[in-house]
């Protein structure tokens, strides 16, 4: 055989090893084993009504889960999984429908007392507004984990349909802390407010940030919100309050 009829079929060899057919037969094999992958992700209770399919290393995720919580599960389980290029998560919620307002209360309710007993409930100041299921989160949280905390319990509660999670989380500062503690003394140890401090709950709400101190929350009384705002302005080193307590009865839904 000449060196000319080697090249040519060396070359002709080649062709066929990446001519388009055995391209796509590469990628079939691919995609079977993602698919073979992912499936074994999602071999649990909670994700038995989800169907995948993936074409190129997309995977296509449809179906239904009965909260928020398990479509993202889902989603991150797609995600780590080998050679998954891109995930189109196209599951529905399926939980019961709630009427809007009536969840919102109920957030708001569950979010008031979320954290209770680890110190922080008083500085975490979070608001709650819902449209067609889907449940913004806005407001200040202390730290990542009491923001990580209120958004877990948002996801996993029925009738929520999806999460925005527009919640900052209050700077690390030795001197906003020191301020913080001295707000929440000044006035949960304050006589006139005991009805508030023994309230797990911590109806009114200390934000920190850069010296400034925010009080949010529900009070009984008008009365009740000018002593707050009294016994804030009296912490040594802040630089300025701003009274956004509201009234009972007169509150919108926030926490």
């Known amino acids: 055989m000449t060196v000319s009829s080697k090249v040519l079929i060396a070359a002709f060899t080649g062709a066929l090893a990446f001519s388009p057919a055995s391209h796509l037969l590469a990628q079939n094999n691919s995609d079977s084993q993602i698919q073979a992958d992912v499936a074994k992700a999602l071999d649990k209770k909670q994700f038995k009504d989800i169907h995948v399919e993936t074409n190129n290393g997309v995977v296509r995720l449809t179906g239904t ?71 913004t989160l806005a ?41 913080r503690l001295a707000a929440y003394r000044a006035i949960y140890g304050y006589p006139m407010f005991t009805k508030y401090a023994i309230d797990p709950g911590k109806p009114i709400r200390i934000t920190v940030v850069n010296g ?32 956004l307590l509201q009234v009972a009865n007169q509150q919108t839904a926030k926490k």
């Open 212 to 243: 400034n101190i925010t009080l949010t929350g529900v009070v009984d009384s008008k009365a009740d919100s000018d002593a707050a705002n009294i016994r804030a302005n009296g912490v040594p080193g802040a630089f300025k309050v701003t009274n």
């Open 139 to 179: 407001g200040t949280a202390y730290g990542p984990t009491d923001k990580d905390s209120a958004v877990s319990l948002v996801s996993n509660y029925p009738g929520v349909k999806d999460v925005i999670d527009n919640i900052t989380v209050d700077p690390v500062s030795p001197n906003d802390d020191r301020i």
């Open 65 to 135: 889960v009965s909260t928020y919580a398990e479509k993202e599960d889902a989603d991150r389980r797609v995600h780590h999984r080998s050679n998954v290029r891109a995930v189109d998560n196209e599951v529905q919620v399926s939980g019961p429908a709630i009427e809007d307002a009536t969840l919102q209360n109920k957030l708001v309710e569950k979010l008031e007392y979320d954290r209770v007993g680890y110190g922080t409930t008083a500085f975490n100041s979070i608001g709650v507004s819902v449209q067609n299921g889907v449940v």
